[in-house]
């Protein structure tokens, strides 16, 4: 399995972006799939998690209500929509896969076994 993310860049605060994660191999749509962030100060943690039918989602408190994650089972994308984007956000975004037997939806980094390479994403204030 390898995934893919891309969409990062540069943008001011108030902003928008929009990550995408594209996944090889044809079980795609029966795994969650989930975005982390990592700085250089902080472990990489938690963002957003969406189940296999995409249809439980779940976030991290810090960017509830500003970003959005989705997937497209019939492309093996997972994407993550950043609205209103503060300085804040800046990080390398990460998105994992699931791994079979975690919970669907876990926020727990060790329950996800492949991960994309990462995707920067700074917001200037």
């Known amino acids: 399995v390898q995934l893919q993310a891309s969409g990062g860049g540069l943008v001011q605060a108030g902003g928008s972006l929009r990550l995408s994660c594209a996944a090889s191999?044809?079980?795609?749509?029966?795994?969650?799939m989930g975005w982390f962030r990592q700085t250089p100060r902080k472990e990489r943690e938690f963002v957003a998690v969406?189940?296999?039918?995409?249809?439980?989602?779940r976030y991290a408190d810090s960017v509830k209500g500003r970003f959005t994650i989705s997937r497209d089972n019939a492309r093996n994308t997972v994407y993550l929509q950043m609205n209103s984007l503060n300085p804040e956000d800046t990080a390398v975004y990460y998105c994992?896969?699931?791994?079979?037997?975690?919970?669907?939806?876990?926020?727990?980094?060790?329950?996800?076994?492949?991960w994309g390479q990462g995707t920067q994403v700074t917001v200037s204030s």
């Open positions: 191999g044809r079980t795609f749509s029966s795994y969650g």
């Open positions: 994992a896969r699931v791994r079979y037997g975690a919970v669907v939806t876990s926020l727990v980094l060790s329950d996800y076994d492949y």
């Open positions: 969406i189940s296999a039918g995409g249809d439980i989602t």
